[in-house]
């Protein structure tokens, strides 16, 4: 069967959007409508965050968000259950991102199992080595059908870089900066250089992400980047303006 993160980007004309929610935020309720309209606006790759109580490569905006959904008595299962529901009701290439704590309290191999049962296409760990000692997570997650999209960052260089894309499948997500999410004025030069450096490494897609919060960051990213990552901004946008204030920027971003 192929998956769909595959599917989303193969043959795709210009830049994709790369959407990210955390789930419970600011309700279950309201993740279902935000990923729908998300969907009607030609969105084919979206991250649900499962929360988690020290998400360290995050900003203020998606670290509020974790800490609400956590209030609110968001677990695993939540997620699960969400992305189950709407994989099966849209064609969209769902990823789970959360931090390494998750999966090893779960177990590895059950939150893969999970991951996979539920519709999801890919797995997200920011916080896992690459070169993890405790068994193949890339492959574990290959053999499940999932991608495990590696994520790198403009300090990632020479063998580790080599060694990361080596592991990696279904696409590579980079930051456009060092440090941590949120939605930002300008984007940083060095990280769109990164990412014209990366075109002719990678061999895999890419995804670059942090600091995106206008319609003409997406575009200057189309044509070195196959998906620009939108996360922070969704939130702010949301919390502003609710679903009006989401789809008046998807239509910008040209969703």
Known sequence: MENRIDKALEGAHG???????????PSLEANEELIRLMA??????????????DPLADGPTIMRANQAALDAGITPEHCFALCEKLSRELDVAFMFMTYANIPFAMGLERFLDRAAASGASGVILPDLPWDEAD?????????????????????????RLDAVLKRASGLVYTTLKVGITGAGA??????VDYVRGLKTKAGLPIAAGFGISRPEHVRMLDGLADAAVIGSHIINLMDAGGLAAVDEFLAACGG
């Not at 300008?186 to 990280?191: L, P, S, V």
């Open 135 to 159: 068994g193949d997570y890339a492959e574990m997650a290959r053999a499940r059908g999932l991608h495990p999209v590696m994520v790198i960052s403009p300090d990632t260089e020479g063998p």
């Open 40 to 53: 009607r606006r030609g969105v084919r790759l979206i991250e649900i965050q499962i929360p988690f109580t």
């Open 15 to 25: 830049i994709q959007l790369m959407t990210h929610v955390v789930a419970g935020y």
């Open 186 to 191: 300008a984007m940083d030069q060095a990280g």
